[in-house]
């Protein structure tokens, strides 16, 4: 059964940092793209990022670039979402989410396999 | 950058009605649109890929529709488990793919 299972809902004052884990399991980590989603208050979703952990090739939307920083460790099967210089507007919920395919040119596109997001609460 | 614009923000109606919702992209994608629901409090779930092949356990009153930029999800009777926030997702600048901004069925 595939999984994808993230850390615990976090609390942060403004200007600190913050790694998301998402712990994957079920399948072959290193073959299918783990994107980065978030979701504000009330809002849709907005699309962050993307990582291939095989080779660590990480894409980032531009709204999102050199604010967060995707990683992954292949060793433990876990994708992170790092974020920088937190603010208030960084509030969200953040979903990882696998990009359905294998293979790091699948030509798929659509997240058929979601973690179970994570709570990011930034206030002073 | 491609838009994706969904239509109507909200649709209030009935169980056992039919709920039409449109996506509409700003140039084409082709077929490669994807729909998802979300409930409160949970995760996005993936409803159907490629505009019109369901994802594995989806109910068979859930159909997708279109291509190019006009897109269509069909609930054809709604029950009350549906009521729920719609999205779509395109992916023609893989990997930069965008959603849009969803469809909530409520209950009338």
Not at chain 1, 72 to 78: N, P, Q
Not at chain 2, 15 to 27: F, I, K, N, V, Y
């Given at each position: 059964e595939v999984q994808l299972v993230q850390s615990g809902a976090e609390v942060?004052?403004?200007?600190?940092?913050?790694?998301?884990?998402?712990?994957c399991s079920g399948?072959?980590?290193t073959d299918s793209w783990i994107a980065w989603v978030r979701q504000?208050?009330?809002?849709?979703?907005?699309?962050?990022?993307?990582?291939?952990?095989?080779?660590?090739?990480?894409?980032y939307s531009p709204s999102f670039q050199g604010q967060v920083t995707i990683s992954?460790?292949?060793?433990?099967?876990?994708a992170y979402l790092q974020l920088n210089g937190?603010?208030?507007?960084?509030?969200?919920?953040?979903?990882?989410?696998?990009?359905?395919?294998?293979?790091?040119?699948?030509?798929s596109y659509y997240l058929d396999y979601w973690g179970q997001g994570t709570g990011?609460?930034?206030?002073s | 950058e491609i838009v994706l614009t969904q239509s109507p923000a909200?649709?209030?109606?009935?169980?056992?009605?039919?709920?039409?919702?449109?996506?509409?992209?700003?140039?084409?994608?082709?077929?490669?649109?994807?729909?998802?629901q979300q409930k409160p409090g949970q995760s996005p779930r993936l409803l159907i890929y490629h505009a019109s092949t369901k994802a594995t356990g989806v109910p068979a009153?859930?159909?997708?529709?279109?291509?190019?930029?006009?897109?269509?999800?069909?609930?054809?009777s709604l029950e009350p488990e549906d009521f729920a926030l719609y999205y779509c997702q395109q992916r023609k600048n893989w990997p930069l793919f965008t959603f849009g901004p969803g469809t909530k069925v409520e209950i009338k």
């Open positions: 942060k004052k403004p200007g600190e940092s913050l790694k998301i884990s998402c712990r399948y072959r980590f504000m208050p009330g809002k849709g979703l907005e699309f962050i990022g993307i990582i291939y952990p095989d080779d660590s090739d990480a894409r992954g460790d292949k060793s433990i099967t876990t937190l603010k208030a507007s960084d509030s969200a919920i953040y979903y990882c989410a696998r990009q359905a395919g294998a293979g790091k040119a699948s030509g990011v609460t930034v206030s | 909200t649709l209030s109606l009935s169980p056992g009605e039919r709920a039409t919702l449109s996506c509409r992209a700003s140039q084409s994608v082709g077929t490669s649109l994807a729909w998802y009153r859930f159909s997708g529709s279109g291509s190019g930029t006009d897109f269509t999800l069909t609930i054809s």
